[in-house]
T-cell receptor, first 115, second 113 residues
């Protein structure tokens, strides 16, 4: 089945130690998103790629970076994780559209713990 | 900058219909309303979306008022597995040809035996 796969599902890192989360998709969707979801909060958009065009949210800290080497893969890099970065990180994809509907397909998420 | 308002929580008896309201009074004429749900510790799951007409699929029905300022998601026969946070979302234009989905706080639906 076509799907969005995130790895690892669980990641433990030390304060300040860089971490990379990966997302792959078999849907051939043009758009890929990264959301951060802290405990008991709604998902918050960090950034998204429209094809190769990177779109950063204004309030996303510089500590968060992303790479999209090809259509299928997207990475979230956290350069120096702090305790406040502990969260579930959700990857999602959608078909590129202009005006009209675009439905997001989410992965299962990567839960990051910072010690 | 979520553009929707939902009650924080609702309860429903198993087997009964669950009706989840959403207010989106500032929605523009060509924007869709989307509903997603998130079961604990899982990624959000798409349920349904609509523009003007009522919509139905295998999961739910979506009723949109004629002025499009509010909508109701209906789960016709709620089961315990429908316990989740339900998000009503209107896309936000983010420049160029880009749109994004911004999640509000959602409604925690608890289905009780």
């Amino acid at each position: 089945d076509a799907m969005v796969i995130q790895n690892p599902r669980y990641q433990v890192t030390q304060f300040g130690k860089p971490v990379t989360l990966s997302c792959s998709q078999t849907l051939n969707h043009n758009v890929m998103y990264w959301y951060q979801q802290k405990s008991s909060q709604a998902p918050k958009l960090l950034f998204h790629y429209y094809d190769k065009d990177f779109n950063n949210e204004a309030d996303t800290p510089d500590n968060f970076q992303s790479r999209r080497p090809n259509t299928s893969f997207c990475f979230l890099d956290i350069r120096s994780p702090g305790l406040g970065d502990a969260a579930m990180y959700l990857c999602a994809t959608s078909v590129k559209t202009g005006v009209g509907a675009n439905v997001l397909t989410f992965g299962a998420g990567s839960r990051l713990t910072v010690l | 900058d979520a553009k929707t308002t939902q009650p924080p929580s609702m309860d429903c008896a198993e087997g009964r219909a669950a009706n989840l309201p959403c207010n989106h009074s500032t929605i523009s004429g060509n924007e869709y309303v989307y509903w997603y749900r998130q079961i604990h510790s899982q990624g959000p799951q798409y349920i349904i979306h609509g523009l003007k007409n009522n919509e139905t699929n295998e999961m739910a029905s979506l009723i949109i008022t004629e002025d499009r300022k509010s909508s109701t998601l209906i789960l016709p026969h709620a089961t315990l597995r429908d316990t989740a946070v339900y998000y009503c979302i209107v896309r936000v234009f983010s420049g160029g040809s880009n749109y994004k989905l911004t999640f509000g706080k959602g409604t925690l639906l608890t289905v009780n035996p």
